[in-house]
C-alpha cells in the first residue's frame, strides 16, 4: 500500500477567530511535489441524540448564518478546550440549548464531518433518563425546541429532508446503534 502522507513544509495562520483559525500551508506531496493547502482548525464538537421515555427525540431549529437558512437539528455544540471530555460537551450542550438533562450517554461514533478543509471531529452521543429543565441559552443564541418521534426523525434523514449533515448522519447512527446493541437485561 502506498504511503499517501502529504508533509508539512510552512504554515501561515491567516485567521485567528473567536471559533476557528484558518491556515495556508506548504505540503510536499507523496510524489515530491509541493503544493499549498488551505484549512480550518476547528476544536471539535458533540452532537446528542436525546430519546424520551416516550420513544421521541428532541431536536432544535436554529437560524444558521452561512446558508442564511432555518436548519432542524441536533442539539450540539463545540469543545471550549482541547482536553475537554466530549461527554461533558454532549451534557453541557443538550442541557443549555433544550432544558433536557440526560442521566446516560452513550457513544455512538465520532465523525469528520469537512475533510477536505477542516480538522473537526463531531462526537455523537445517544442521550438517555431525560428530565426536564430550564433551557440556559448564551447571549445572542436562540434555539425553538422541536419534539418529534424518533422513527420519524430518522425517516426524514433517510429521506434526504434534513440538509443539516451532521444531524442526519447522528440520527442514522443512533437508529443503527439502537437496532444492533444487546438488549439490556
Same mark, same amino acid.
Given at each position: 500500500?502506498?504511503?499517501?502522507?502529504?508533509?508539512?513544509?510552512?504554515?501561515?495562520?491567516?485567521?485567528?477567530?473567536?471559533?476557528?483559525?484558518?491556515?495556508?500551508?506548504?505540503?510536499?506531496?507523496?510524489?515530491?511535489?509541493?503544493? %499549498?493547502?488551505?484549512?480550518?482548525? =476547528?476544536?471539535?464538537?458533540?452532537? +446528542?441524540?436525546?430519546?424520551?421515555? @416516550?420513544?421521541?427525540?428532541?431536536?432544535?431549529?436554529? !437560524?444558521?448564518?452561512?446558508?442564511?437558512?432555518?436548519?432542524?437539528?441536533?442539539? %450540539?455544540?463545540?469543545?471550549?478546550?482541547?482536553? *475537554?471530555?466530549? &461527554?461533558?460537551? &454532549?451534557?453541557?450542550?443538550?442541557?443549555?440549548?433544550?432544558?433536557?438533562? &440526560?442521566?446516560?450517554? *452513550? =457513544?455512538?461514533?465520532?465523525?469528520?464531518?469537512?475533510?477536505?478543509?477542516?480538522?473537526?471531529? +463531531? =462526537? +455523537? !452521543?445517544?442521550?438517555? @433518563?431525560?428530565?426536564?429543565?430550564?433551557?440556559?441559552?448564551?447571549?445572542?443564541? !436562540?434555539?425553538?425546541?422541536?419534539?418529534?418521534? !424518533?422513527?420519524?426523525?430518522?425517516?426524514? /434523514?433517510?429521506?434526504? &429532508?434534513?440538509?443539516?449533515?451532521?444531524?442526519?448522519? /447522528?440520527?442514522?447512527?443512533?437508529?443503527?446503534?439502537?437496532?444492533?446493541?444487546?438488549? *439490556?437485561?
Amino acid at each position: 500500500m502506498p504511503d499517501l502522507t502529504e508533509e508539512r513544509l510552512a504554515s501561515e495562520q491567516l485567521v485567528d477567530g473567536v471559533l476557528l483559525e484558518v491556515y495556508r500551508d506548504e505540503v510536499r506531496l507523496p510524489d515530491g511535489q509541493q503544493s %499549498a493547502r488551505e484549512w480550518i482548525d =476547528h476544536p471539535g464538537a458533540s452532537a +446528542i441524540v436525546p430519546i424520551l421515555p @416516550d420513544g421521541r427525540t428532541v431536536l432544535i431549529r436554529q !437560524f444558521r448564518y452561512p446558508p442564511r437558512q432555518t436548519f432542524l437539528e441536533v442539539p %450540539a455544540g463545540k469543545l471550549d478546550r482541547p482536553d *475537554e471530555d466530549p &461527554a461533558d460537551v &454532549a451534557a453541557r450542550e443538550l442541557q443549555e440549548e433544550t432544558g433536557w438533562r &440526560a442521566e446516560r450517554f *452513550e =457513544h455512538v461514533s465520532s465523525m469528520c464531518p469537512c475533510i477536505g478543509y477542516s480538522s473537526e471531529v +463531531i =462526537h +455523537i !452521543f445517544l442521550a438517555f @433518563d431525560l428530565q426536564p429543565g430550564p433551557q440556559q441559552l448564551a447571549d445572542g443564541e !436562540f434555539v425553538e425546541v422541536v419534539e418529534m418521534d !424518533f422513527e420519524a426523525a430518522v425517516e426524514r /434523514a433517510e429521506q434526504g &429532508a434534513l440538509k443539516d449533515m451532521k444531524t442526519a448522519t /447522528a440520527l442514522l447512527q443512533a437508529a443503527a446503534y439502537l437496532r444492533d446493541r444487546p438488549a *439490556e437485561p
